[in-house]
């Protein structure tokens, strides 16, 4: 059964850094592209960051390109996201995605298959 499981959230002051960890099992996807994404109360999930299988080619939401970074560890079949000067407006509940069977990263929720249950982000003012 293939699991993607999201770590590191937490409450964080406004300015702070959280790095947070998506690890999968059930099969591996250093094939595949690996994305980020982010719910707000009362908001629809939007897009965050997305990597490719080999991890040398990012992309991220423009308003969050220069604090949030994207990574991976295809030995360990982990993702990480680590978002450094968070705002309150970054509190949300996180998730990552895994897109199989396609090269190209995608930015749009229903291109993904594998969907991990989410971490919460509070950032206080």
């Known amino acids: 059964q293939v699991q993607l499981v999201e770590s590191g959230g937490g409450l964080v002051q406004a300015g702070g850094s959280l790095k947070l960890s998506c690890a999968a099992s059930?099969?591996?996807?250093?094939?595949?592209?690996m994305g980020w994404f982010r719910q707000a109360p009362g908001k629809e999930r939007e897009f965050v960051a997305v990597?490719?299988?080999?991890?040398?080619?990012?992309y991220y939401a423009t308003s969050l390109k220069g604090r949030f970074t994207i990574s991976r560890d295809n030995a360990k079949n982990t993702v990480y996201l680590q978002m450094n000067s968070l705002k309150p407006e970054d509190t949300a509940v996180y998730y990552c995605a895994a897109r199989t069977g396609s090269l190209t990263l995608s930015q749009k929720t229903r291109t993904y298959d594998y969907w991990g249950q989410g971490t919460q982000v509070t950032v206080s003012s």
């Open positions: 059930g099969r591996t996807f250093s094939s595949d592209a």
């Open positions: 990597i490719s299988g080999s991890g040398g080619i990012t």
